[in-house]
């Protein structure tokens, strides 16, 4: 159906009436989960059963109320008769479902439902028993009144007629401004086959710049708290990213597709036991973030496990004593130790095997013994002497700075994993005068981390969405797997994109350190958002990255690169701001830490208003490039390539993902050679 179909108009009058109609059923709706909490909190039932069904049915209103403006419906799917399961019915398909009475047929089907899935995955050649599949044009911005509504689009499947729509072009292609929005109108057949894995499938997405990995995510965890919510809503699902820019770019996403409450954090926030104030030299971190790491902190950590100077063990039991002779004792400790429990456990177990000791002596002499007896020998205080030799007490804290403040501890726990220059590396300077004034770094929160994994297992997630994850050191990627032990991932990145000095190379390394090595790994190529021109000049870096990844492409054919040569960056960049504000959308301007200063100045001195990373929204923003990953702007404009790439160690990848961060037009402003 076009714009000249004599029809059109009725229809769209028709759909108005209709969206209405699902407006007025929605208001219904969130005023009757207030009504329902009320009732709730009255309810006749144990105080337990109570405070939970008060608790699930506050989080609904809550999440009803919280829902932001917007249309109510995206797409509708009309069957053939034919059809087995769904035929002569229709359904309107949208973010969430919206029903008159829980036992009525829904107004609208939530895209997460099962029959929507035909709305992504019908073509002509497979229709799926779909004969007409329309979508819905809204205008750029509508908060969901009816008006808003201004075009649709009707593929007969049935009739095998297909069509390129231009309703999905325009809403990929709509001008970026503020934080990332959902794609729940535009998803691609290959983006809905990883969005709707099952929860126990661990999933990596290699991902090209524009290909919509970091939403495929956020959609799979959508889509996972729809399909599993109990099981979910126990075990918890968290969404780590890099930075909290970028968490805040992505914010709106969950919610916007009736999702709150979901914790969405960085990986420093989830392992920090307390305030990170200190830092490190390039190579003290770098050996921090090693995987050997994990091997020299448990050696460190079980150093303190001895059955040196164990002596036999006797314990005072009214007029009798009971004895546990040392060999015994020390067998007890081998045997538990061999075991390889978590360090706490291991203590636990090793007490309670001791008591069984007693008992085993004790009921010999004077018959079976009630529990209270064995509780009044665990507490013992020869026993508890005996344990803090064996097997004592200890923090994370304690075991690390031992490690880093006393080279002949060090010199024990790494023999044969690090070199002489690696353990000097790790050395303090000047060691701290305890444990409780040590400054920690943000390496150091990993390792401490690590020791508390050791000594008692975290409490799990039962699924992570692991944004940028190629960033991630060996190190950083056991403590996501420790906290994945029983659930699974979504793994999102891309190794071209790596600039962390410990950034993977390969997968399949990278799946392992995450406990994952028999995971899928699929690659997205086609670029939605980034255009041909863009993909294709940062594809001339792919050769430089070390990396092997498929060259992206781009179903963008609307953008533009401008190449700008010029004795005068600065001035130059006020121009190309200036072009660039004369057109719609966000603006970039991306250079190198060091040159942000003197190109904000130069904007600043030119009249030209500027925001920092953080304001989400602003017309222009000046950003340095060690911050942009993961961000979007309609205009690129980077500044001086060969500085941004000569930076850091990884400085190429750092320009590769500069380069790919504008999703309609891209300047390049240089003074010297193009690192391409």
Known sequence: MTALDPALPGILHAERAYHDTCRAALAAMVEGAAEQVVVGEDVSASGADAEVLGHR???????????????????????????????????????????????????????????????????ARDPRGVEVRRRFGWAPGSTGDSAGLTGLEDEHLGRGESRT????????????????????????????????????????????????????????????????????????????????????????VLPALGETGVRQSTLLQEIARGPVTGGDPAGAAAVKHDARMAEVLRRALYARVTTDGVTDLAVKDGSSRWRVPAGELAAVVETVRAEEPPYAIGRERVRARVVRRLRERAERRCGVLPASWVRRMERARPLTEYLDLVWPRVRPEEVLAQLLGDAGALARAADGLLDPGEQAALLWPRPPRSQKSARWSAADAVLLDELSGLIEHPEGYGHIVVDEAQDLSPMECRAIARRAAFGSLTVLGDLAQGTTAWAARDWSVQLRHLGRPDAAVVPLTTGFRVPAAVVELANRLLPRLDVSVPPADSLRTDGELRIRPTDDVPGTTVTAVREALAQEGSVGVVAADADVAVVRQALTAAGVATAGPHALGARVTVVAASMVKGLEYDHVIAVEPAAVAEAEERGAHRLYVVLTRAVSRLDVVHARPLPF
């Open 57 to 123: 049915l506050r989080s609904q209103a809550k999440a009803l109320r919280e829902l932001p403006p917007g249309p109510l419906f995206f797409g509708r799917l009309d069957f053939a008769g034919s059809d087995p399961e769904h035929g002569g019915q229709h359904y309107h398909v949208g973010r969430l479902r919206i029903t008159e009475d829980p036992a009525a047929p829904p107004l609208v089907v939530d895209w997460r439902a099962p029959v929507s899935r035909a709305f992504y995955q019908a073509s």
């Open 165 to 252: 729509s231009d309703i999905v072009a325009r809403e990929i292609e709509r001008p970026r401004v503020g934080p990332m929005r959902d794609i729940a109108a535009t998803i691609q057949p290959e983006q809905d086959d990883l969005v709707r894995a099952a929860l126990t499938d661990t999933v990596c997405v290699q991902g090209a710049p524009g290909t919509g990995k970091t939403a495929v995510g956020l959609h799979r965890a959508a889509y996972l708290l729809y399909t599993h919510p109990k099981r979910l809503q126990r075990a918890g699902l968290l969404i780590l990213g890099p930075n909290r820019t970028f968490l805040s770019y992505i914010a709106a």
